[in-house]
T-cell receptor, first 112, second 119 residues
């Protein structure tokens, strides 16, 4: 049972462009929504996270938008750089970041 | 500051064998969890250990078992290996106080993983 659905599976963006990755969840008990970034040969690393009591959170070039009624959230990467090329995973948790349910991942390639 | 370290990095087993994977938590972390990441997929939660006891488990059969030691390091054991067990196994550590995250925004720190191939 896939409780967190992520799209697209892959994304190609030009340098300086905006990368947008979307996720939808089913379980309304989820109360913590992080995004993880994973480079080849490395474990996932927390990028940014949001709780459902806010609709947007921004950290540098990374922004999470959250729509509680639609049970959707998205990651926006502004001014995308080649160094952002990685696989991005959305996730959800009922327990403040522990016991995460991950989406299927989006492989982002930023072309110079 | 030390991160999460896992060993071995790669290993090959045959069907029916048993495997033990090891993980050292990040300094100051008292909780460890394990995830299975099949090729091209997102990590799936296996189980979590806090104070040497399992306190959460995903949809994995009992042949997946674990241990947490007093120094917060951990082992993942998989018995009767199947071909579908081939995956990257990720260990993550975090900090809980009385089962509650010690900070408002709990952060899981992942290791680089152990890649298991079952032939």
């Amino acid at each position: 049972q896939q409780q967190v659905k992520q799209s697209p599976q892959s994304l190609i963006v030009q340098k300086g462009g905006i990368s947008i990755i979307n996720c939808a969840y089913e379980n309304t008990a989820f109360d913590y929504f992080p995004w993880y970034q994973q480079f080849p040969g490395k474990g996932p690393a927390l990028l940014i996270a949001i709780r459902p009591d806010v609709s947007e959170k921004k950290e540098g070039r990374f922004t999470i938008s959250f729509n509680k009624s639609a049970k959707q959230f998205s990651l926006h990467i502004m001014d995308s750089q080649p160094g952002d090329s990685a696989t991005y995973f959305c996730a959800a948790s009922m327990w403040a970041g522990n016991m995460l349910t991950f989406g299927g991942g989006t492989r982002l390639m930023v072309k110079p | 500051e030390t991160g999460v370290t896992q060993s071995p990095t790669h290993l090959i087993k045959t069907r029916g064998q048993q495997v033990t994977l090891r993980c050292s938590s990040q300094s100051g972390h008292n909780t460890v969890s394990w995830y299975q990441q099949a090729l091209g997929q997102g990590p799936q939660f296996i189980f979590q250990y806090y104070r040497e006891e399992e306190n959460g488990r995903g949809n994995f059969p009992p042949r997946f078992s674990g241990l947490q030691f007093p120094n917060y390091s951990s082992e993942l054991n998989v018995n009767a290996l199947e071909l579908d067990d081939s995956a990257l196994y990720l260990c993550a550590s975090s900090s809980l106080i009385d089962r509650v995250p010690s900070s408002g925004a709990n952060v899981l720190t992942f290791g680089a993983g152990s890649r298991l191939t079952v032939l």
